[in-house]
């Protein structure tokens, strides 16, 4: 019994500890969120130094000498219960951050944190000023830094395995590389395919529709997916984005264009997605490593699998076209669901990835991810990376951007973090919300039938009970396989585009 009693406290003390690291942490992404949304220009120096001492403080925190302790004195403890316990799971999680958190210094991560806040500022501005050259100093230190991580983590295969791991752990650029180059194989004929027909008329998309009635609009639909608002809010910025404070406070964000009706809608759609993913994790984890997405990948998989196999699904708008014409009487009011729903999914080679269809999105991923590489490998020198950008769009999609905004400073990524990591998720996500759809719809054939009624409780519950509340429980592999009974496969994602645009373009 003593030996119980001292293990219980010293499991209690892990917590307590884990839970502290966790308040710094959240301080700071209240901070980041602040920065992204109200926060005056002027502001930015100072948020960067305060952003910087509460990463540096969380940081030496997580990698004290007395949590080491902690987890060796509770090794025994974590063997006696099951694997999938969890406590034992807690554990297991927090030994593998810890680890990988002490070969990072504290003082290097207080430096990163000071210029990521840095160069998002300066991006900002840059982004559109469609001046690179503001950027490029700040882009080029950032390279250097991220650079400098990877050498935390000696006997990679490649620089980029380390800041892949970071994001989807268990991947890495060669079976990464692989998975996309069997998908290109795949899709890219049918993009051609769909490409050489004439492009769907989308004019009904583009007409003047006010920002307030889009917001609410947005924020009723999310409402029905079971999104909570007493846990949850909705504000505008530069690049949308979900961020999470606590299990209780889980805040979206997204950007409006008054003659776009498409970008404020699936922003909306897309970061809940992520919402309802956190806020479905189990309550008891709170504050602990354990209360967040497993992966990148899995957290994409649920924005892309709210915003497109559900949002962009006929029977999603069977049920809310006749509310958003009653949004746009004038504008919607005489254009027929099918003539709106063609409009929504028409495929078209274009340069932003955020716009992107859902054919052509992940050829804008493996850009950026190759780009990253190449960067990361010293083959591709930062002055020259907005040729280099605008030559691969030439070559895989057949454009190149006339503006710098719509060229290599579209996404906030480089900009707002490390090189390395940080969209290779993006696709993995949308095979593996295909693969998720796939198996919910076996478990419930109903589902599509509810949805055009405005029911998505099934759905979500699904969703819940096999991926949301486990949080970081099970590594991505184990939920993929768990959820769907086999392995990450681009299988279910192909069958899903076929049916979907050989019935629109008669494939």
Not at 269 to 286: D, F, K, M, T, V
Not at 324 to 329: D, N, Y
Not at 444 to 449: G, H, L, M, S
Request: overall charge negative; some cysteine.
């Amino acid at each position: 019994m003593q030996t119980l009693s001292k293990t219980e406290q010293k499991f209690t003390e892990l917590k307590t500890r884990l839970v502290e690291v966790n308040d710094l942490s959240a301080a700071a992404s209240l901070l980041q969120w602040d920065q992204s949304t109200y926060m005056p220009v002027g502001g930015g120096p100072a948020r960067a130094r305060q952003m910087a001492t509460l990463q540096q403080l969380a940081h030496e925190k997580f990698i004290a000498p007395q949590i080491g302790q902690l987890l060796a004195d509770l090794g025994d403890y974590e063997a006696s219960l099951p694997v999938d316990d969890d406590a034992a799971s807690l554990l297991r999680v927090t030994r593998h951050d810890y680890q990988e958190a002490c070969q990072i210094p504290a003082q290097f991560m207080a430096r990163l944190s000071n210029h990521v806040a840095t160069t998002y500022e300066v991006w900002t501005r840059a982004r559109p000023a469609n001046d690179f050259t503001l950027v490029q100093p700040y882009l080029e230190k950032t390279l250097a830094f991220s650079q400098e991580m990877a050498q935390f983590f000696p006997g990679y295969e490649h620089i980029a395995d380390p800041l892949i791991g970071f994001a989807d752990y268990g991947m890495k650029t060669s079976t990464t590389r692989a998975l996309f180059a069997e998908l290109r194989n795949q899709l890219v004929p049918l993009v051609q395919q769909v490409t050489s027909q004439p492009l769907t008329d989308r004019s009904c998309l583009q007409q003047y529709f006010p920002e307030a009635d889009q917001l609410a609009f947005g924020l009723a639909v999310i409402r029905e997916f079971g999104y909570d608002f007493t846990r949850g809010r909705q504000d505008k910025t530069h690049h949308p984005f979900m961020t999470k404070f606590s299990l209780g406070d889980v805040r979206i964000t997204t950007r409006v264009r008054e003659h776009d009706l498409t970008e404020a809608v699936f922003s909306t759609l897309h970061e809940a997605g992520h919402a309802l993913y956190e806020q479905g994790i189990n309550p008891s984890y709170e504050g602990t490593p354990l209360a967040s997405g497993t992966s990148a990948g899995v957290h994409e998989s649920q924005s892309r699998l709210w915003e497109n196999l559900v949002g962009r699904s006929r029977e999603f708008w069977q049920f809310f076209y006749p509310r958003l014409q009653q949004c746009f009487p004038g504008q919607l009011g005489a254009v027929e669901l099918e003539t709106f729903y063609r409009a929504i999914n028409r495929v078209e080679r274009s340069l932003i990835r955020t716009d992107a269809d859902e054919l052509t999105y992940n050829l804008h991923v493996m850009i950026r991810f190759e780009l990253e590489l190449a960067l990361l490998e010293g083959k591709l020198a930062v002055k020259d990376l907005p040729e280099a950008w605008n030559e691969a769009y030439r070559a895989n999609l057949g454009l190149v951007p006339t503006t710098l905004s719509e060229g290599v400073l579209q996404d906030v990524h480089w900009y707002g973090g490390t090189i390395g990591g940080a969209f290779q998720g993006y696709t993995l996500g949308n095979l593996m919300s295909a693969q998720f759809y796939e198996a919910a719809q076996f478990a419930y054939p109903e589902i599509p039938a509810e949805m055009s009624q405005g029911r998505f409780d099934r759905l979500h519950g699904w969703l819940r009970q096999h991926i949301y509340q486990h949080g970081r429980k099970y590594n991505a592999a184990e939920v993929v396989e768990q959820a769907t009974g086999q392995p990450l496969t681009i299988q279910p994602y192909l069958r899903y585009i076929r049916r979907k645009y050989g019935e629109l373009y008669d494939l």
